[in-house]
């Protein structure tokens, strides 16, 4: 019996390993006002213009969202693209991507896009004919390799650590 490959189950994590697994659980700033934004009202400065609706998100000022003519003003920032799916917003694969890590998260391909969902999307009753269920909110996801349905849904995950303040 080969005893080299013993590991001590008692063993302690090491700082240096804890340190790197409290990183992977903390989302980015942006997220949560990302999540909690309201998208695709008329643009403030721009509401007289044709096609002037907020639908744009900047990811180094997390502020409102706003239009795209007021994209000049968030020249060389992280900005992304929201667009709308049945009454939801969705936001392309490839844009956020780059910023955040979405694997395991349900996409969708439309018109000819690969996007996600920002947001559990509320529904009456569970979904019927599926084989693999978001586990956040249980929406019947449509492929079996993913386990949420949304951004918000792999951001509310158990495992993630708010911030507690202390006393
Ligand atoms: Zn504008
Ligand atoms: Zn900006
Ligand atoms: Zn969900």
């Known amino acids: 019996m080969a005893i080299e490959d013993y590991e001590n189950p008692n063993r302690e994590i090491k700082p240096k390993n804890r340190r790197f697994m409290e990183g992977e659980n903390q989302w980015p700033i942006w997220l949560k006002p990302l999540l909690n934004q309201h998208f695709f009202a008329q643009c403030k400065f721009h509401g007289h213009l044709p096609r002037t609706e907020c639908k744009m998100y900047c990811l180094d000022c997390t502020n409102d969202s706003f239009c795209s003519l007021c994209l000049s003003e968030h020249e060389n920032h992280r900005t992304i693209q929201i667009r709308i799916s049945s009454y939801h917003n969705v936001t392309k694969v490839d844009e956020i991507q780059k910023y955040l ?32 269920a ?20 792999k951001v509310h995950l158990p495992t993630y650590t708010p911030i507690i303040f202390t006393r």
Request: with cysteine; aromatic share 12%; net charge positive.
């Open 134 to 153: 978001c586990m956040v909110c249980y929406r019947g996801l449509a492929e079996n390799c993913f386990r949420f349905c949304s951004i918000g849904c």
């Open 101 to 132: 890590d979405i694997s395991s998260i349900q996409t969708y391909v439309i018109n000819s896009s690969k996007v996600l969902f920002l947001n559990e999307r509320p529904q009456s009753k569970p979904g019927k004919g599926f084989t693999n």
